[in-house]
């Protein structure tokens, strides 16, 4: 008897563009997207559990990369570490966290930079605390070798790689 999962083919929600080569792509892609929202949809439940809410992915990703190794970040410093073309997204993020109290803004010669306050710095000390209550507790059950989603992750900045390069040559038509 056929195994019923291999008869469906893989996972996807453009099945027009798993017809061509390299359909394991498609089903990545897929998987991305679902991935991509419910971890965007799980930072914002955390920070607003964490006691911040009305704060959106975006800005609760730009508290977190601000906050990292305790050193001011310019915006372009920003938008390189999380691939976003688009500064005034970064722009309108600051200026949300700073309205909330959780950033403020400087200057590096010419350029704007934005570095967590001590409130931005406790937030992101409580999500972290949600965090390891609320995902990592129940994450650990799953006995995911660390090694593998460190592989994972590779695999996943690589293929960035791919998709920004496959853009160039998508805006170059």
């Known amino acids: 008897m056929k195994d019923p999962q291999l008869s469906i083919g893989p996972i996807v929600s453009s099945s ?3 017809e061509g080569a390299m359909p394991a792509l498609s ?12 971890f965007h949809s ?3 439940r955390c920070m607003t559990a964490a ?7 975006m800005e609760v990703l730009i508290l977190h990369a601000t ?9 372009s410093d920003l938008c390189v570490m999380l691939n ?4 005034h997204i970064v722009t309108y993020a600051a200026k949300k966290l700073q309205g ?7 200057r590096r010669g010419k350029e704007k930079t934005l570095k967590v306050t001590e409130k931005g710095a406790a937030a992101c000390r409580r999500y972290g605390e949600m965090r390891e209550a609320l995902l990592i507790a129940d994450a650990r059950t799953l006995h995911l070798d660390e090694a593998d989603i460190s592989r994972l992750a590779g695999l996943m900045r690589v293929l ?6 496959a853009a160039r040559g998508a805006a170059s038509l």
């Open 67 to 75: 906050n990292h190794r305790q050193r001011e970040k310019s915006l």
């Open 84 to 87: 976003i073309e688009d500064t």
């Open 42 to 44: 799980w930072i914002v």
């Open 27 to 38: 089903e990545l892609e897929f998987a991305l997207t679902v991935m991509g929202n419910a």
């Open 51 to 57: 006691g911040y809410p009305g704060l959106g992915h």
């Open 16 to 18: 027009h563009l798993a």
């Open 100 to 106: 909330n109290g959780l950033i403020m803004t400087g």
């Open 160 to 165: 960035s790689g791919q998709y920004d390069q």
